[in-house]
């Protein structure tokens, strides 16, 4: 006698989950909750008509903003959805003291082809100008070695663990691109974004949120 379900919901291998509940359970309201930020290069994010027609998502969708709410719906336009609490960001939201004891801070994203682009911008940059300073933090689920050869960073360049949202507090400029919700992270901090383009999405999500152009660069 199960009343609700609550799945992290990506329309991948959840398929099953709401497959499951939707046809031995029929009563049971099944929510899926999609706790990051509009990817629009994750199209299986976004749920279509004809997963809603076999059941293989769930009733009802959990987003964690309005913007969000019609770009979810871009392949099912009476796709049920609700915003919720947007559970993994709820450090955006606290108050902070902004300090500029970064001068650029480079996040690299969880897709490699775009890291090793992004890298090779920095080693240039790095090496035309010493007297840039530039801070790389890794993403979290990948070894920087895999993107770039440490022994060879440029001596004005330094590799940090710490807490994104404790370097974005500190950072003047954030550099990031691809598939991360760092790059809206970075503007919710006061950050200023510069985003090179390697991957066309970056400029497309950018104007869908409609995101004011005077606090980023591509």
């Known amino acids: 006698n199960i009343k609700k379900t609550i799945s992290w919901f990506e329309t ?24 990051f930020t509009n990817l629009p290069q994750l199209m299986n994010t976004i749920p279509t008509v004809h997963e809603e027609k076999y059941q293989v998502v769930p009733k009802k969708v ?44 480079v996040v690299l ?31 979290k689920e990948l070894r920087f070695s895999s993107a770039y050869d440490e022994k060879n960073l440029p001596k004005n360049c330094t590799v ?12 003047l400029i954030v550099v990031g691109c691809g598939p991360t919700s760092a790059v809206l992270e970075a503007l919710a901090y006061k950050c200023f974004l510069i985003m090179p383009v390697l991957d066309i999405f970056d400029r497309i999500n950018l104007e869908k949120l409609k995101i004011p152009k005077n606090i980023y660069s591509l």
């Open 160 to 171: 940090s663990y710490s807490k994104l949202n404790d370097l974005m507090k500190r950072s």
């Open 62 to 105: 959990i987003t964690i903003g309005k913007a969000y709410l019609n770009l979810r719906k871009e392949f099912n336009p009476k796709l049920k959805i609700i915003v919720g609490p947007a559970l993994i960001y709820q450090e955006v939201f606290k108050k902070f003291v902004k300090k500029y004891e970064i001068e650029i801070l």
């Open 12 to 35: 991948q291998i959840d398929k099953g989950w709401s497959f499951g509940f939707r046809k031995f359970f029929p009563k049971t309201l099944t929510y899926g909750y999609q706790g």
């Open 109 to 139: 994203s969880g897709v490699n082809i775009f890291n090793k682009k992004l890298m090779k911008w920095v080693e240039n940059l790095a090496n035309k100008n010493k007297n840039i300073k530039i801070m790389i933090k890794p993403h």
